[in-house]
């Protein structure tokens, strides 16, 4: 197949959007998007995360694997998944409740004076946090081809450091790694045609049909 620099593709801009996580076999709750989003709206009972940093988003999908070792052979004669995960890491840069909230792992609740409200915002840390599942999409862009990641169930799993500069925002940098969702990890969603397998031609081999 011939070299062609129009499939090279970037990502210019995109945004991340999350949902409580969807119950497996439950009616009703979030319903992950199984359409390709326009790169500007937030999948429906989605929210925002806002601003990310110049650095974008990192999707890491990785597997583990284990040799199957043969008496008749000095090499592996085979190897075995024995894990699979799916990351996504993104730094933060809008201070808002999305992120704050998933930051900390909890809620803010506004301090009251008796029964009136002051203004004033509490995050209580707890010693032993919990992060609760979350439903997270990212969607990027580029002249038109559309891009879209679903993880349908997925947990903070990592968090990085807030700096407190003159110069810089506050950064909240976020490791999310995917869940098992009925029996499925997440999804991929594009009309990018540079994916196309090229029609079959005479002479071309082809994947045998499925029994």
Do not use: C
């Amino acid at each position: 197949m011939a070299n062609n620099a129009q499939k090279i593709r970037f990502a210019p801009n995109g945004a991340l959007y999350i949902a409580p996580a969807p119950v497996d076999g439950a009616t009703g709750g979030t319903k992950p998007p199984t359409e390709l989003g326009d790169g500007k709206t937030a999948p429906a009972g989605y929210r925002d995360f806002g601003y990310v940093d110049e650095s974008g988003v990192t999707l890491t999908p990785s597997v583990e694997t284990s040799p199957v070792a043969a008496w008749q052979s000095a090499v592996p004669v085979l190897y075995i998944v024995t894990g699979a995960a799916f990351s996504v890491k993104s730094t933060f840069i809008e201070t808002n409740p999305v992120t704050t909230e998933l930051f900390f792992g909890a809620q803010w609740e506004e301090v009251k004076a008796g029964e009136t409200g002051t203004g004033v915002y509490r995050l209580n840390l707890s010693s032993t946090p919990e992060f609760s599942d979350v439903s997270l999409v990212v969607d990027w862009q580029q002249k038109g081809f559309l891009w879209r990641v679903v993880i349908s169930r997925a947990m903070v799993s990592d968090r990085g450091a807030i700096q407190l500069t003159r110069k810089e925002p506050h950064k909240y940098e976020l490791t999310l790694e995917g869940l098992d969702f009925a029996g499925g990890l997440g999804y991929v969603l594009t009309n990018d045609p540079s994916i196309m397998p090229p029609a079959t031609s005479p002479g071309t081999l082809s994947k045998p049909a499925s029994a």
